[in-house]
């Protein structure tokens, strides 16, 4: 029988999943793997909105809902970004997604066609390089050389070069955590807006700065894209539920997308993500952790040889420059995992280019784990 293979599924490896699949295996073997790999919060979703899930789950019948979400949701997201943003967003503006991976091939879907050209940072989140890639779209990475995040004036001549029709950022940043300040996310919006390009913004470490109240871009631009979701901050990754804000020409022809290819996000999670917005204190004590975690390897990690390459202004992650210790951090990601049983995500998933320098260390896990693994990684190097 003919086996038929698509191109579009030639893409890179997620190497951070594949990480965490080879820390599980160790796992399953008996061995105490301490898992830095994966941006995945170790606390469970809030009390509320698990027991809002119980609730749900008693009446009986989930099933699908409108391809854009329930009502109730999208009025409760529409009311944090009047609490927590000081904006007006209209209910029918947002769109609930299957997470925020949903949500950028919605994104993706309504905005591209094949052979236009989208412009993201380098390093950045390996996904957007991804499912572009397998969408025919050409994804034009943009060197940071050294800046913590994108400038307008990267934008500016990048288009320059040639012009581009998207530009996706992130803030605060996977891998490197940093937040782009006001001014520059201002200026960054208007520069894309006066060269014609159309922007993306990923908002899914807001709540997670530690330094700065968040800005979101529809400050702005009120035609922004915006994608958030409810995995980071509000500790429900497997829930798989995110959203979007959409300009208001793009809400119908996300919805007939949608309609085909997810016919609507899990209603029980939808239910159930309505409560949290109301875990906020539960949450804060979740992000204090974070912050403490953040103290100890902002301290430790360079004295190991781990230099810290971007300021961890935000998200739960420390991306370190590693070529004082190797000049491959994907044999090194491997050889650290195997000796001692830390696994960390090399550098080659954010940046194809340059990754072979770096490596990305998640310290969302407890204050115990993170105290324990720099200390294996201490006994390990010497």
Not at 191 to 217: C, F, K
Not at 285 to 296: G, M, S, T
Not at 339 to 366: I, K, N
Request: net charge negative; with cysteine; aromatic share 8%.
């Amino acid at each position: 029988m003919v086996v038929s293979l698509s191109l579009r599924g030639d893409v890179e490896p997620f190497h951070a999943m594949d990480v965490l699949a080879g820390a599980n295996k160790l796992k399953g073997e008996g061995a105490p793997v301490i898992s830095m790999a994966v941006g995945q919060p170790s606390d469970p979703a809030p009390a509320v909105v698990r027991e809002a899930a119980v609730a749900a789950l008693k009446t009986g019948r989930i099933g699908y809902t409108d391809a854009l979400g329930l009502a109730d949701l999208r009025r409760a997201i529409a009311d944090h970004y009047r609490d927590h943003y000081r904006i007006e967003v209209a209910p029918g503006r947002i769109a609930v997604t299957t997470g925020s991976s949903a949500a950028f091939n919605l994104a993706f879907l309504a905005m591209f066609d094949a052979g236009d050209r989208v412009a993201i940072a380098a390093p950045g989140y390996p996904a957007y390089r991804n499912i572009m890639a397998a969408l025919g779209i050409e994804v034009v990475e943009i060197e940071l050389d050294g800046a913590a995040y994108l400038h307008a004036e990267h934008l500016a001549a990048a288009h320059a070069e040639k012009p581009l029709k998207g530009v996706l950022f992130a803030s605060p940043a996977n891998p490197t955590g940093a937040v782009i300040p006001n001014e520059a996310l201002k200026l960054l919006v208007q520069t894309a807006d006066r060269l014609g390009i159309a922007v993306i913004s990923d908002e899914i470490y807001h709540r997670l700065a530690y330094g700065a109240p968040d800005t979101t871009a529809l400050t702005f631009g009120r035609d922004v894209t915006v994608i958030n979701s409810f995995s980071k901050y509000y500790c429900m990754t497997g829930w798989r539920i995110g959203w979007m804000v959409l300009p208001e020409k793009l809400v119908r022809p996300v919805e007939r997308i949608a309609q085909s290819l997810y016919i609507s996000a899990p209603e029980l999670s939808q239910v159930a993500a309505i409560e949290a917005f109301e875990a906020t204190e539960e949450l804060e004590a979740v992000k204090a952790r974070y912050a403490w975690n953040r103290d100890l390897l902002m301290k430790r990690l360079p004295k190991l040889g781990f230099m810290l390459a971007a300021p961890m202004d935000g998200a739960f992650y420390a991306f370190c420059d590693v070529s004082r210790l190797t000049n491959d951090s994907m044999a090194f990601a491997g050889k650290m995992l195997a000796e001692a049983h830390v696994a960390a995500t090399p550098g080659r998933d954010f940046d194809p280019r340059q990754g072979h320098r770096f490596m990305r260390f998640s310290y969302a896990g407890s204050h115990d784990e993170m105290v324990e693994a720099v200390s294996r990684l201490e006994r390990w190097l010497k």
